[in-house]
């Protein structure tokens, strides 16, 4: 980006309460320039106009940049397991983004740069994906399952049979020369 066409610097009214690590990597208004916010990227997360708080990269299931609308659906934590978490989509949240700057292209690095690792599997009566992110500032990995629609979550044989994936998941990622 040349220095005669970089976006200015985020208002100070703006800015959220970023953590004493955090600084902003991108910015772009929201809406139609009727004073509906800004979205806000970050090393540690990405800051969504009317929520007081940032979605960490790895709580994020899915960003899509239509070149327009920005859409993100944020995972929620449905249940905790011995080894992973269990999640389920949040509703997806659209944003318009009439001079998005490099917004959308950090949205899907950082987003993109949080998985470690990936597998969809069926399980008894549906299926669901496991995933690996990353977290700042948490050493290893966070492993997640997403069930797909449908699938019985708490189902003992699914419990079971998804504990036993995770955990060929886990000892197929694990690093073998420490």
């Known amino acids: 980006m040349g220095l005669f066409n970089r976006k200015p610097k985020?208002?100070?009214a703006h800015r959220p309460?970023?953590?004493a690590e955090e600084r902003v990597?991108?910015?772009?208004?929201?809406?139609?320039?009727?004073?509906?916010?800004v979205v806000v990227a970050s090393n540690l997360g990405l800051w969504l106009p009317g929520r007081g708080h940032r979605i960490g990269w790895h709580d994020i299931l899915k960003a899509v940049w239509s070149g327009?609308?920005?859409t993100v659906t944020p995972a929620e934590r449905v249940a905790e397991r011995d080894d992973y978490l269990v999640v389920a989509d949040c509703p997806a949240e659209t944003y318009l983004l009439l001079d998005p700057g490099d917004l959308p292209h950090q949205v899907r690095t950082r987003v993109t740069?949080?998985?470690a690792f990936t597998a969809h599997h069926p399980v008894p009566g549906g299926a669901g994906r496991i995933a690996a992110r990353r977290v700042p500032g948490v050493d290893g990995l966070t492993w997640t399952v997403r069930y797909d629609p449908g699938t019985p979550v708490d189902d003992e044989a699914v419990a079971a049979e998804t504990g036993r994936l995770v955990a060929a998941a886990r000892g197929a990622t694990?690093?073998?020369n420490l």
């Open 17 to 19: 309460p970023l953590a």
């Open 25 to 37: 990597l991108a910015w772009a208004a929201a809406g139609d320039g009727g004073g509906d916010g």
């Open 68 to 70: 327009r609308e920005l």
């Open 10 to 12: 985020l208002p100070p």
């Open 174 to 176: 694990a690093p073998t």
């Open 113 to 115: 740069r949080s998985v």
